[in-house]
């Protein structure tokens, strides 16, 4: 994020996230990493820099200005070096567990000071499961235990997250959860005011004109009815506060032993991404995730950090990231250095999970 912006606006000291609200199935598609290319990647929770670990590539940066998102990738880097795949699932909250606190002392012996002090001190956020840790996922947990039970019944939530094929989803949709009640206490719940002061940071609305909830419930629609509920790991964590068997790509077994092996690659790096592109210099890196960064930019500063983003990336690499309510991209002046893959980003879109966003940006350095 820009330190000439959002950092002067909003508080990065606690936990915003406590994972990642992006799909990594897409980010990966959209990026094409390549085995020993360089990455760069918004840190958050760090699941979706852990998700990079699986193509091979030399090296993955993570950056975050907020030290406690930090601490965050730090515990998932070492549960990956110390813990078993189920262990990891517990210690997430993705599973059930009366032990995560013992699974936490486990990994202390891979955690630098700064890191193993904030989870000391934060204990309670271990023992609910750290992927509930945040204050995005508190926002959810409001919505699951006081606006869901208003709506449907837990034998409906039940049926919703059985999926199934898109006819089945869409007659589902059509003819039971989608009712007034589910309408307008949505629209209520994720407005500007209320996702502002209880999800997001007020400040991260600047940009954005037109109903917030409105554009939300749309996005959401296209998830519940045109995707399969069943295999989509953050409405499973929206409606039951768990993931059961629908997991994202980093906590899948089969991506568990690509990234303990490659896990040495990652690294973590305190700042903003022009500071961290800065050190790196020019031409330095071939694939950046920049998660929807943008969207708490005005236009102009995107294109300062963009303009910085581009001139630090090989040619033949790529940027993805997402914008949720705020349009942001490229300037078309610069089709010269770089090329939107427009088609690419509206396929991937259709396919994403993490329903909130309005567009998914895919652009190639020439």
């Not at 799909?23 to 990026?31: C, E, K, N, T």
């Not at 993705?94 to 202390?108: D, I, K």
């Not at 209880?198 to 037109?210: H, T």
């Not at 059961?244 to 690294?267: C, K, S, V, W, Y």
Request: hydrophobic share 40%; proline share 3%.
């Amino acid at each position: 994020m820009s330190d000439t912006e959002i950092a002067a606006k909003a508080s990065f000291d606690a936990i915003r996230y406590a994972q990642c609200w992006e799909d990594a199935d897409i980010l990966l598609q959209g990026l094409d990493v390549q085995e020993g290319d360089v990455c760069l990647g918004i840190g958050s929770a760090g699941d979706n820099c852990l998700s990079l670990l699986t193509r091979h590539p030399k090296r993955v940066i993570a950056v975050d200005m907020n030290p406690a998102q930090l601490a965050c990738i730090a515990l998932r880097v070492a549960a990956f070096k110390c813990l078993e795949h189920h262990q990891l699932l517990e210690l997430v909250g993705s599973r059930p567990s009366e032990r995560r606190v013992a699974l936490f002392e486990r990994c202390t012996i891979h955690l630098a000071d700064e890191y193993r002090e904030f989870w000391q001190n934060n204990l309670g956020a271990i023992a609910g499961g750290i992927g509930d840790a945040g204050k995005f996922e508190r926002y959810f947990a409001m919505f699951r235990k006081y606006v869901i039970p208003l709506v449907h019944r837990s034998a409906t939530v039940k049926h919703l997250l059985e999926g199934g094929d898109r006819e089945r989803c869409a007659l589902f949709y059509d003819t039971t959860w989608n009712n007034l009640r589910w309408r307008m206490l949505f629209r209520l719940f994720f407005s500007r005011w209320l996702m502002g002061k209880l999800g997001r940071d007020p400040s991260f609305f600047a940009y954005v004109e037109g109903s917030v909830a409105d554009r939300i419930l749309a996005r959401t629609r296209h998830a519940l009815r045109e995707l399969d509920p069943g295999k989509n790991p953050y409405l499973h964590w929206i409606l039951t506060g768990g993931h059961g068997d629908a997991l994202p790509h980093a906590l899948r077994e089969e991506n568990f032993a690509t990234i303990r092996d490659n896990i040495d690659r990652l690294e973590i790096r305190r700042g903003t991404v022009e500071s961290v592109l800065a050190a790196e210099g020019s031409r330095s890196v071939d694939r950046c995730n920049l998660s929807d960064i943008f969207e708490y930019m005005s236009e102009e500063t995107a294109t300062s950090v963009l303009a910085q983003v581009v001139a630090a990336t090989r040619s033949g690499g790529r940027l993805a990231y997402w914008n949720m309510l705020a349009p942001r991209c490229c300037p078309s002046e610069w089709n010269d250095r770089v090329r939107r893959r427009h088609d690419l980003g509206q396929r991937l879109l259709l396919e994403d999970k993490a329903f909130f966003y309005s567009a998914f940006i895919v652009e190639e350095v020439l």
